[in-house]
């Protein structure tokens, strides 16, 4: 659910996969806070105590792209290393983002994400700032 | 929202979108449901996704729609579309992230009245002997060399590595193989998530049941597949795990900046296409057609340690415990095949998503036996309800690209599920009707539960009113095993 107002995730219900709508003041903040929204769609806790970091670079032609190349990363550090982030320092360049992640070994899972899709995916701009509607294949 | 007063009614069991309902539509939808049936999509945007399939460069007669249509991403689940080969575009949405997603049906010899005392036995043995569930990796781990060989020969490496018969794979699509993989257009990626995922089933809407012969309505058939009344079946429900994901993944990504440069505009980026005869058509096609083999290998595997289950459980306890193959299908793929359009005979790319190959009798690829009956439509029921084995018909062929639907079609969403049932309950509930379940899940379990999905039985009243399916006979199921 939603953290704080300018920033944060939903559930919205979709009759075969998952959807998540994802808000925040800009496009660094929106990909954190998707990141969140999957974490807590897959009922994914962390080990305590042994933090570990990542650093990654995702390129894309557009922020869709981005978005959806940067949750997919994550979906695959977690598939291969069985690892995930709950603290993002981002950065953002010209068709990239760089990005600093915390986070730990995964201790449980509820659900698997199987994919991150571009179905009627728009970042779009909002009076608070930009917003999104993301659909999992699960 | 396509609301249903812009849907023509054509007869009972089908409606039609025609193609001038939206300026971009190149063709009409039909859709294949009853009224009932048609209300029940109405309420989410499976019909608009089919308007928007219908806007893919290419095709030709009608994209379809199957009676267990659901809202998907992109391409509609339960969706049929097909495009003119080689000009015509390739969708890897439009088949869908877990390529060749498909069923196998086994039969026996079984009487359940001789087995019932050991269904605990067998449900335990076959959860221990056939991996499932979140990230599961199975006992097959490959080498990258074998992995290569699996991309190329599907079930048939199975075959030379003792995993599999003669009868099995003359009783699987394309005979487990589809000639034309090209492993070289598949990703590390991909190829580091296929290496210990073969012979597991995965989580999801996955299964492994066990069912019971409940009623037979063509003898004939019947008795062609192997099928009696009061005998026991095994399905297995599952598809190219996370190779196939992945190699969706990349392409669908790959084929975002594609579309920019071949100038295709598309209402929906996860329908992103390239043309079939393009640089870009054929890596897919060659990568898509890796990950089918994967799955016919993968669905393979678990049908042996499925039997090593049944030897395990059953064997010198029932009079013949062994399993044979019925038949082996895809419901998520593209397939260049060649059919009737408007009277002449043209080569297309099908593509299924949710969809079953319906092939009926006399049409190419199926074995000497099934050519007399058509090809065996194996229809999953949702958990606890019935499945059901039907045969693809003449009128398949000549209106619905030679398919079918896949099964009951999901109508609740998964969190909504997870509200109004409780894991626990429905084991309980399942136990009081003889159904014994092996879940890796209590939540995931109520995803999957009954209430949410549509009327199986529906549906297949309506393929077989429609004349695209008809039924063979109504399996009932005794166990369940889920990730």
């Given at each position: 659910m939603?953290?704080?107002?300018?920033?944060?995730?939903?559930?919205?219900?979709?009759?075969?996969?998952?959807?998540?709508?994802?808000?925040?003041?800009?496009?660094?903040?929106?990909?954190?806070?998707?990141?969140?929204?999957?974490?807590?769609?897959?009922?994914?806790?962390?080990?305590?105590?042994?933090?570990?970091?990542?650093?990654?670079?995702?390129?894309?032609?557009?922020?869709?792209?981005?978005?959806?190349?940067?949750?997919?990363?994550?979906?695959?550090?977690?598939?291969q290393e069985g690892l995930a982030f709950d603290e993002y320092e981002l950065t953002l360049a010209e068709n990239a983002v760089r990005a600093k992640l915390h986070g730990a070994p995964v201790m449980a899972r509820k659900e698997e994400i199987k994919g991150v899709t571009y179905h009627d995916l728009r970042i779009e701009q909002k009076s608070t700032g930009l917003e999104a509607l993301i659909v999992f294949d699960v | 929202m396509v609301a249903l007063s812009d849907v023509k009614q054509i007869s009972e069991v089908e409606w039609e979108i025609p193609s001038a309902y939206r300026a971009d539509m190149r063709v009409p939808v039909r859709i294949f449901a009853t009224r009932h049936l048609l209300e029940a999509i109405a309420g989410d945007k499976s019909l608009e996704q089919a308007v928007n399939a219908a806007t893919l460069p290419g095709l030709v007669g009608r994209v379809l729609v199957m009676p267990d249509m659901h809202q998907g991403y992109g391409f509609p689940i339960g969706g049929v579309a097909a495009t003119e080969y080689p000009k015509g575009v390739i969708s890897p949405g439009a088949i869908g992230y877990d390529i060749n997603c498909g069923v196998r049906l086994l039969g026996s010899r079984i009487e359940l009245d001789e087995a019932t005392a050991l269904l605990d036995e067998l449900s335990a043995a076959l959860d221990r002997h056939c991996p499932s569930g979140v990230g599961k990796s199975g006992q097959h781990h490959l080498s990258h060399k074998e992995l290569e060989q699996v991309m190329r020969e599907g079930a048939q490496w199975a075959l030379k590595k003792g995993f599999a018969t003669e009868a099995d794979l003359n009783r699987t699509e394309e005979f487990g193989c589809i000639p034309g993989a090209e492993p070289g257009y598949v990703s590390q990626r991909a190829r580091t998530r296929g290496l210990d995922q073969l012979g597991t089933l995965g989580a999801g809407n996955h299964f492994i049941e066990v069912d019971v012969v409940d009623e037979v309505f063509d003898e004939g058939a019947a008795q062609v597949m192997g099928l009696q009344e009061g005998r026991l079946t095994l399905m297995i429900h599952c598809g190219s795990r996370g190779f196939g994901h992945q190699i969706c993944t990349d392409y669908v990504s790959s084929f975002q900046s594609a579309v920019r440069r071949f100038g295709i505009v598309l209402p929906d980026r996860e329908l992103v296409c390239a043309p079939m005869d393009s640089a870009e058509g054929k890596a897919y096609m060659g990568a898509m057609r890796a990950a089918a083999n994967f799955a016919f290998a993968n669905r393979q595997l678990l049908a042996y340690h499925a039997r090593q289950a049944f030897e395990e459980s059953l064997a010198g306890r029932v009079k013949h415990w062994q399993l044979h193959q019925i038949y082996d299908i895809a419901h998520n793929m593209g397939k260049l095949e060649t059919h009737s359009v408007d009277g002449r005979k043209v080569k297309v790319c099908v593509h299924r998503k949710g969809a079953t190959r319906a092939f009926g009798p006399g049409a190419p690829g199926l074995p000497p036996e099934y050519k007399k009956i058509g090809q065996p439509v194996l229809v999953p029921g949702s958990m606890g309800t019935a499945s059901w084995v039907l045969a693809g018909t003449e009128g398949s062929m000549q209106r619905s690209?030679?398919?079918?639907?896949?099964?009951?079609?999901?109508?609740?969403?998964?969190?909504?599920?997870?509200?109004?049932?409780?894991?626990?309950?429905?084991?309980?509930?399942?136990?009081?009707?003889?159904?014994?379940?092996?879940?890796?899940?209590?939540?995931?379990?109520?995803?999957e539960a009954p209430q949410a999905y549509k009327d199986v039985d529906a549906v297949v009243e309506t393929v077989d009113r429609a004349g695209i399916a008809h039924k063979v006979a109504r399996l009932r199921p005794v166990v369940v095993v889920k990730g």
């Open positions: 939603a953290t704080t107002s300018m920033a944060g995730f939903e559930e919205i219900e979709h009759t075969a996969d998952w959807s998540l709508r994802v808000w925040a003041p800009d496009l660094a903040g929106l990909l954190e806070q998707a990141a969140r929204g999957m974490l807590n769609l897959s009922g994914i806790r962390l080990v305590e105590g042994k933090r570990q970091q990542r650093e990654l670079t995702v390129e894309s032609t557009d922020a869709e792209g981005l978005l959806v190349n940067f949750l997919g990363e994550l979906l695959h550090i977690l598939e | 690209f030679g398919s079918s639907c896949h099964g009951a079609g999901r109508t609740m969403s998964r969190s909504k599920a997870k509200k109004v049932v409780r894991g626990q309950d429905l084991i309980r509930e399942l136990a009081a009707k003889g159904i014994h379940v092996q879940a890796g899940s209590l939540p995931g379990l109520a995803e």
